[in-house]
């Protein structure tokens, strides 16, 4: 809104002093009586009585300052003068009527309101004090924009000589004025509750009531705005709205013609949501902590966020920091290619257990496979596989060499630097240089340092499949942070095999269900939380033709058993 310069700003409370009186009231009742009409009762200018006016004086008195400020400028002299502060009430007469563009006002229902209320007691420490009597009245104005409407009040109170005023404050002009506002009439902006969040299609609008997961999210992309592009502006609309001394909107008073909000398009996609919404409701899960994201792999664009029975937590979706599990095998895996030349067929005896730098390690499985491959330790999980050759190839020597964390954030785009957009938030990845080896060789795993969300997982996932990295982003247009280095489309390849594999060879009810799906691939993670009472969180991801998503169940007994089915019901979704 153009509100310009303000005339005034509305002014000050009634100052009390020792004798009991009112001292900006005291000074003026020679200019009061003058200014009055003959017909109007004369105000107040002697110690204030202890009863308040009789009703038929104090409407005679509010209707005689109504009169005047009926009269227009010309006459708010004669009617600030009947308040017990008149400079604070003329400039304030004169700042409503700029304000608001003012071309006529009038008055009517005047009628005393019961019951009456007590004012303050005088400095002198009386314990009696002065009573009003409330007067009512309905306000009409002639404004720019059109006519306004609203209720209004002055409390009366009089002298012991019996003589009275309109006690003066800001809400005599409109009841919601406080010291130090104005009214101004112009141009009203759209608020963030008028802004409609659209799916990616951009027609379906998102709401918290169909979309519960994307309550928090819709009112961030609400206050933020989009990207370059994803906007629609909007239009203001026209009213009345209360502002403080420095302009700034404090609330809107009247509205004559509605603000049309802006739309801002999302990437979600409405169908994948809604699936999104029921999966994490499965009745499989016995009502544990889930939460799950879905990626178009060929562009990063977030397709669905959802969550349930998180509590506190909020959205473990987006920012969730907790170990990945065995689905960090995708980047150890694609460490081995890179940095020590591995291939999907290069051997990784499976043993039952193993000892690295100090710290015994085990598989879910009791059975040892002297004979695995890289390919066949990824398809069942194999921890020792993974720790034995990770260690030996990319650990070496009395320290990490760091070659896990970069190919995290080189390769997989993991670096800490993630903006998805529209003002909402997400936990970066965690995948550090291990402090000491036992970290080492458990960040191998998923577990020692790493952290990660399902958003994480989708995106390792999206990154293989697409054969290079893309940021995930929520709003079209958003500016996505390339990797620092492209992933070598053999590489690509060999991960691709594996996550087949682990697809089809998997055991398990999940894979059972991913494994019919085209060119699916999948990993899945199981993580150890807490030292004392350890319990397990069930991690999985996976990718088809279509999406790469990421799925976590906080309790999960197996990522397989518990997270699995997420994730095939959106992988399912999109076939």
Not at 16 to 38: F, I, T
Not at 164 to 176: G, I, Q
Not at 222 to 243: D, F, K, L, R, Y
Not at 433 to 460: E, F
Request: proline residues 5%.
């Amino acid at each position: 809104m153009n509100r310009g310069a303000k005339s005034a700003v509305i002014g000050s409370a009634v100052v009390l002093l020792g004798a009991g009186g009112y001292g900006a009231y005291n000074v003026v009742h020679a200019v009061a009586n003058m200014a009055s009409s003959s017909s109007s009762p004369k105000v107040a200018s002697t110690a204030l009585a202890t009863t308040p006016p009789s009703s038929a004086e104090a409407v005679k008195r509010a209707q005689s300052f109504l009169d005047s400020w009926k009269s227009g400028p010309d006459h708010y002299t004669g009617a600030a003068s009947q308040t017990t502060d008149p400079g604070s009430a003329q400039d304030a007469l004169q700042a409503y009527a700029t304000g608001v563009k003012l071309s006529a006002i009038s008055f009517g229902d005047v009628a005393v309101a019961a019951p009456t209320s007590a004012l303050p007691a005088s400095a002198n420490g009386a314990n009696d004090p002065t009573l009003e009597t409330h007067v009512t009245f309905t306000v009409t104005a002639q404004v720019k924009g059109g006519t306004w409407s609203y209720p209004g009040s002055v409390d009366v109170i009089q002298s012991a000589g019996g003589l009275t005023s309109v006690n003066w404050a800001p809400s005599v002009l409109y009841p919601k004025l406080k010291s130090g506002d104005t009214l101004a009439a112009g141009t009203i902006p759209a608020d963030a509750a008028s802004v409609q969040v659209l799916a990616a299609d951009g027609k379906t609008v998102l709401t918290a009531a169909k979309y519960p997961s994307l309550a928090t999210i819709i009112s961030t992309i609400a206050q933020h705005g989009g990207s370059s592009g994803s906007t629609s502006a909007g239009s203001g609309g026209s009213g009345i709205e209360v502002v403080d001394s420095s302009n700034n909107p404090v609330s809107t008073a009247k509205v004559f013609t509605p603000a049309k909000g802006a739309s801002i398009r999302t990437t979600i996609d409405a169908s994948l949501q809604a699936k999104a919404e029921t999966a994490v409701r499965n009745s499989v899960l016995n009502n544990l902590p889930t939460a799950t994201v879905a990626l178009d792999w060929r562009t990063g664009r977030i397709l669905a966020i959802a969550y349930a029975n998180t509590g506190s937590a909020g959205n473990t979706a987006l920012e969730a920091a907790l170990a990945p599990g065995s689905t960090m095998k995708i980047i150890t895996a694609a460490a081995l290619f890179d940095k020590a030349g591995f291939s999907p067929s290069s051997p990784a005896p499976c043993p039952s257990t193993l000892a690295a730098a100090s710290r015994s390690f085990k598989n879910d499985f009791g059975s040892a496979y002297p004979n695995d491959t890289i390919r066949t330790a990824f398809a069942r999980s194999c921890n020792t596989a993974f720790i034995k050759q990770g260690f030996d190839k990319l650990v070496h020597g009395s320290s990490d060499t760091g070659a896990l964390a970069d190919e995290a954030a080189n390769v997989f785009g993991l670096n800490g630097s993630w903006s998805i957009g529209g003002g909402v938030h997400e936990t970066d990845a965690t995948v550090p240089k291990a402090p000491d080896l036992p970290t080492a060789a458990a960040d191998l795993i998923g577990q020692g340092n790493v952290l990660a969300n399902p958003l994480t997982l989708a995106s390792m996932a999206a990154t293989v499949r697409n054969g290079g990295f893309k940021q995930p982003i929520l709003i079209p247009g958003q500016a996505q942070t390339p990797a620092a280095q492209s992933i070598s489309s053999t590489t690509a390849s060999y991960l691709q095999t594996l996550m087949r594999a682990a697809a089809h060879d998997g055991e398990g009810t999940a894979f059972e269900r991913v494994h019919m799906y085209a060119n699916v691939g999948a990993k899945t993670g199981t993580s150890e939380v807490g030292t004392t009472n350890v319990t397990t969180n069930g991690w999985f991801t996976a990718y088809n033709d279509n999406i790469a998503v990421g799925a976590l169940v906080q309790g999960g007994s197996t990522g397989v058993s518990s997270a699995g089915y997420v994730a095939a019901a959106l992988l399912g979704a999109t076939e």
